[in-house]
């Protein structure tokens, strides 16, 4: 299978090129030449890792198959048998578990396994530098990245999270993460000082000729990496051969699926999915009150001028949804056109598209944009009503699910992190005082809810704080260098 960049001006790729680069040369993204079909029916009854394996299979096509199944099997071995785990609560309404990985975040799908990807790729492509990855974080993908990349030779990984931008509970994960190879910075500003900052030393041709001399390599573990969006894929099939397997549906028979949003890579999955032909009904994009995608889907214009709200799910904050790129080149086969647009987005923050562009996505997708108030109801409507407890980034998904569904067919929220991740919002949702401490939130939610907090995250508390210091933001370049 051959990759091309959204925006058509470099080279065509392998997939282990394409995910060794993260992105393409011309700053596009890239993007497989051709979707694969794989029909629903050859994966009933597998396994996850084998699913998994299957459906990367066609995507990655110079990796052995049997190098794909053992992987598969090593990155969710992790997920204390719950991968793809789907929890019904009422006729026609499930949510799909993503968050029984070691991180308790749906990004540990991707995450566990990019690493063993990016190995397997720089063997096959022959590169030798060391591969320094940077990331900027709101918090999920920081920590979901630091279990990935730890102790993996030939790769270094420093991540940069805003000082006072993530719970309590999410700063702890990154700051006592083991590992020779990793560095964790906490950057005294927001998330979008972070970003800039690293963003600025992938941009900077001095960082990387210093690099150079070094032989390191920088590289990405954000979603604009193909390696991160092809595991993704695998959750969708798992679900709907599941849902055949248990008789809640027939096969063939169309599925809803609805996703809390953010970069939107977790929802571009599902679209591979239906183009690959499994039966996907209606997508539908959720958001907080930073409403980007749900005005573009509803009105055709992307416009990031607008406030920033800094949410009780912050990782849907966010202005520029990177894999957006990716749905355009797709629905318009126009390289050009999507260079034209994504310069326009960088130069004015707005850019709009025809109306028979906005008509096609929205054969496929559906949206809703919600405020935390609604959110937070939802919490506590569904725990008190189906005794299921759920986080607030779902819970957003869940209010947009009610908003869109449609009669007669089923819709499977994506649920996309562990409720213990964030104690005190969802105790604060539930109507509860809400202790300081978050372990005693911990706790307390273990005792309302009559379930368990991971035992990664309880363990948090005895563990020691390696990483504990804060640096300006300009600062970020010198020290993603000096490591
Ligand atoms: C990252 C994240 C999202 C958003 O996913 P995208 O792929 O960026 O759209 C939603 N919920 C949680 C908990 C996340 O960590």
């Not at 906490?186 to 690293?198: C, I, L, R, S």
């Not at 499977?412 to 939130?441: C, I, M, N």
Request: hydrophobic share 40%.
């Amino acid at each position: 299978m051959e990759y091309q960049s959204t925006r058509g001006a470099a080279a065509r790729a392998t997939a282990a090129e394409a995910i060794v680069a993260g992105l393409a040369a011309d700053g596009g993204l890239y993007v497989p030449a051709q979707i694969p079909h794989l029909d629903a029916r050859s994966l009933l009854g597998l396994e996850y890792p084998k699913t998994a394996a299957r459906v990367l299979a066609p995507f990655l096509t110079e990796y052995d198959p049997a190098f794909l199944l053992c992987a598969a099997q090593a990155a969710y071995a992790g997920f204390d048998g719950k991968a793809g785990e789907l929890a019904r609560t009422r006729p026609g309404r499930y949510y799909l578990e993503l968050w029984h990985g070691p991180t308790c975040a749906f990004k540990d799908y991707a995450l566990q396994l990019m690493p063993r990807l990016l190995i397997e790729g720089k063997r096959l492509t022959g590169e030798s530098c060391v591969t320094k990855i940077l990331v900027a974080t709101s918090g999920d993908t920081g920590k979901a990245a630091l279990a990935g990349y730890a102790g993996l030779p030939g790769v270094k990984i420093a991540v940069f999270y805003p000082d006072d931008g993530t719970s309590e509970i999410q700063r702890l994960q990154m700051a006592t993460q083991e590992g020779e190879n990793v560095r964790v910075f906490a950057v005294k500003g927001n998330f979008d000082d972070a970003q800039t900052g690293v963003k600025r030393v992938f941009a900077s041709a001095q960082a990387a000729e210093a690099l150079a001399q070094r032989g390191e390599k920088l590289s990405s573990a954000n979603s604009i990496n193909w390696g991160r969006l092809a595991p993704q894929i695998a959750y969708y099939y798992y679900a709907y051969c599941k849902m055949v397997e248990n008789d809640e549906i027939r096969m063939g028979d169309a599925v809803d699926f609805c996703v809390p949003t953010g970069n939107f890579g977790d929802i571009l999955a599902g679209w591979y999915a239906k183009r690959m032909g499994l039966p996907v009904g209606k997508l539908i994009c959720a958001s907080n009150e930073n409403d980007v995608l749900t005005q573009f889907l509803s009105q055709g214009e992307y416009n990031a001028n607008r406030p920033f709200h800094k949410t009780q799910s912050p990782s849907m904050d966010i202005l520029v949804s990177s894999n957006l790129e990716r749905l355009l080149f797709h629905v318009t086969q126009d390289a050009g056109q999507v260079a034209q647009w994504m310069d326009e987005l960088a130069r004015t923050g707005r850019y709009r598209v025809p109306d028979g562009v906005l008509r096609a996505i929205r054969e496929d997708f559906a949206c809703a944009s919600i405020t935390a108030p609604q959110a937070a109801g939802e919490i506590r409507r569904v725990f008190e009503s189906e005794g299921y407890l759920m986080d607030p980034h779902t819970a957003v998904a869940s209010v947009a699910a009610d908003r869109c569904a449609r009669e007669e067919t089923p819709c499977v929220v994506l649920s996309t992190a562990s409720p213990y991740k964030f104690p005190a919002s969802v105790l604060h949702a539930l109507g509860e005082e809400t202790p300081q401490d978050e372990f005693e939130a911990m706790r307390r939610l273990e005792d309302i809810s009559g379930t368990r907090a991971p035992a990664s995250l309880r363990a948090l508390q005895e563990k020691p704080v390696r990483f504990s210091r804060a640096i300006g933001k300009e600062d970020i370049a010198r020290e993603a260098l000096a490591f």
